[in-house]
């Protein structure tokens, strides 16, 4: 039996939270409920017990049993969180880490599949701070179950009703069915940009920002998989839940990666490794003064084709390819050229999707088919690529 923490948020709509959870029993879960003490305003945690048989927390200082401390507990037991109604407020909140009630101290210190499924007034929604606040959210790997447009209960009409029970169910037991798809798998990514040093204050670089490699580092790990995310240097927040290998250069990311492929089942070439760097690398600065500098260039090692060298029979490697247009024929050919089960076409020429971008648009080449991911999150894109990439267990 799975576990699910409803968190209940002080919206009109949280009467439909309870059938949310009386529907997610009938799918033979255990449901605890949240809530916040403004949601406690509009239903009675009594009711919610009575329908569970669970204790329903509301106070951070709730412990339904002695000396445990049940924010820790509940976050450890639970398969799955779902946050239905979530309020612009709670929102704002789980994006920022606030811990200053048992809802937000709980979802702090859990760190596994989350459903958030929004509710409120249509301008609440559409504002800047809840929309960014939503992005992050799903960002760092949380499914949003999107609020419909109609009527709402402040008079308005736009987009801010919660979504229909049946969707919200259907949303949390598709999380907890694909949580479980990669078990007992290793998943290695290589991410992010290389430097390749041409002094000691200057490197050559790309654009790159790691989104997309934290992103599938954060989708692995969500369905079960034990992940290694080798990343060139980055800003971008990754998932504390992978073995985090820190590289700078080329050679170094080839040296890394390689110590791990022996044992993993699948591998992505995420990473936006530079084809070249430096011949020979000046110590201290170049100088305007000595001239105009000639840089020879050497060409780096192609890491995913030596991946896909060394890998095991049985696994499987995707190569990503960045092109400056929509045609699919450089992803047909690196497809043979490096020897790999896939290749992820990504178009870099079209600004709303791949280098630094929070959403992207994939075509997966395969010896046998080419499919489109759908415009989307890079962490939807992500999930899109492991459900057309994994093995049946
Ligand atoms: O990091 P983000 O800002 O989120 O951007 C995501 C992304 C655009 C970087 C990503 O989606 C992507 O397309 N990654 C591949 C970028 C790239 O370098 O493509 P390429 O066509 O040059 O290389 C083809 C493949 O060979 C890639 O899998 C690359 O990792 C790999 N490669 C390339 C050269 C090299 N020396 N070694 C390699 O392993």
New binding site residues.
Partial sequence: MKTVVLGVSGSVACYRACDIARELMRNDCRVRVCLTHAASKFVSPSLFEALTGQPCLVSAFDEPEQGRMAHIDWAREADVVTVAPATANILNKLANGYADDMLTTLALAYDGPTVVAPAMNPTMFGNETTQASLRAIEARGASIVWPQSGDVACGENGQGKLAAVQDIVDATLGVLARSKTLVGKTVLI????TQEPIDDVRFLS??????????LARAALDRGASVVLVTGP?N?VLPSGATLVWVRT?RE??AAAMSHVGNSDLI????????FSPAMLVSGKIRKADGLPTVALV?????????AKAAPASARV??????PNPDLE?ARR?LEE?GVYA??H?D?SDAGI????DD?E?TLVTRDREVRSPRAP?IVCAHWLLEQTTLPN
């Fill in positions: 290589t991410s992010g940009p790309n654009r790159s920002s790691g989104k997309m490699g934290a992103a980055t971008t080329a990311m080839l992505f070439g995420a990473a936006a490794v530079s084809d060409v780096n090692p192609d890491i995913i084709a030596e991946l995707i190569a990503f390819a960045a092109e450089v690196k490096k290749v992820a990504n870099v791949g280098f630094e971008s992207n994939l890079k």
